[in-house]
């Protein structure tokens, strides 16, 4: 089945300081990857939608100079966190969609295992 | 806005017992609807699905309820294992358009399964 591969699973950086967190979908090909965001004891929430050669499309109210995104592969897409500060300590998750094969669609849409991010 | 998490609500069922989760979804366009569960310090992981077409799915030991008119969603859990314990999240997305894999989770469910 699809398999997506999330780098690093655990983080911890100096305030100020920036982290890239990668996102690899190793079996499939993915045009497009979304990344969420989930603060303790809360759900996940979208930040945004990654796509390969193009730029990110962000939510509402998530700032894009902050949490660079750049897709620049059918297979990878990674996430920067920029001058991180505590508040950004949260589990970050990717998912990923696959090009074409309408799997996905059937059976849900794969995600990775998450980074714990924390900001010291 | 679309539905958003702030605090878990928890269930706890003895082991053999059978599980019943409740979702409420926003989105009247959604026509395509996930159960997950995550485990602590993992990624969500897929149970089952079910697209606006149909009521009900059932898959091993799980059956997911669909009633679009009041916009809920159900999952039950059949004869509930300890390793069943873990939170759970339904998600709802259009499964087509631009939309496609843009998932809204609902607030979660801390589910503890007692032996």
């Known amino acids: 089945g699809a398999v997506v591969s999330q780098h690093p699973s655990r983080v911890i950086c100096k305030s100020g300081t920036s982290v890239k967190i990668e996102c690899r979908s190793l079996?499939?090909?993915?045009?497009?990857m979304f990344w969420y965001r989930q603060f303790p004891k809360q759900s996940l929430m979208l930040m945004a939608t990654?796509?390969?050669?193009?730029?990110?499309?962000?939510e509402q109210g998530v700032e894009k100079d902050k949490f660079l995104i750049n897709h620049a592969s059918l297979t990878l897409s990674t996430l920067t966190v920029t001058s991180a500060h505590p508040e950004d300590s949260s589990f970050y998750i990717c998912?990923?969609?696959?090009?074409?094969?309408?799997?996905?669609?059937?059976?849900?849409?794969?995600f990775g295992s998450g980074t714990r991010l924390t900001v010291v | 806005g679309e539905s958003v998490g702030l605090h878990l609500p928890t269930l706890s069922v003895q082991e053999g017992d059978n599980s019943i989760i409740n979702c409420a979804y926003s989105?009247?366009?959604?026509?395509?609807f996930i159960w997950y569960k995550q485990e602590s310090g993992k990624g969500p992981q897929f149970i089952i699905d079910?697209?606006?077409?149909?009521d009900k799915r059932q898959g091993q030991r799980v059956t997911v309820l669909l009633n679009k008119t009041v916009k809920h969603l159900s999952l039950q859990i059949a004869a509930t294992q300890p390793g069943d314990s873990a939170v759970y999240f339904c998600?709802?997305?259009?499964?087509?358009?631009?939309?496609?894999?843009?998932?809204?989770f609902g607030q979660g469910t801390i589910l503890t399964v007692h032996p």
């Open positions: 990654s796509n390969e050669g193009s730029k990110a499309t962000y």
């Open positions: 998600a709802e997305t259009r499964a087509g358009g631009t939309s496609y894999g843009k998932l809204t």
């Open positions: 989105n009247s366009a959604s026509d395509y």
């Open positions: 998912s990923a969609r696959d090009l074409g094969t309408g799997v996905v669609v059937t059976y849900g849409y794969t």
């Open positions: 079996d499939f090909q993915a045009t497009t």
């Open positions: 079910i697209r606006s077409n149909m």
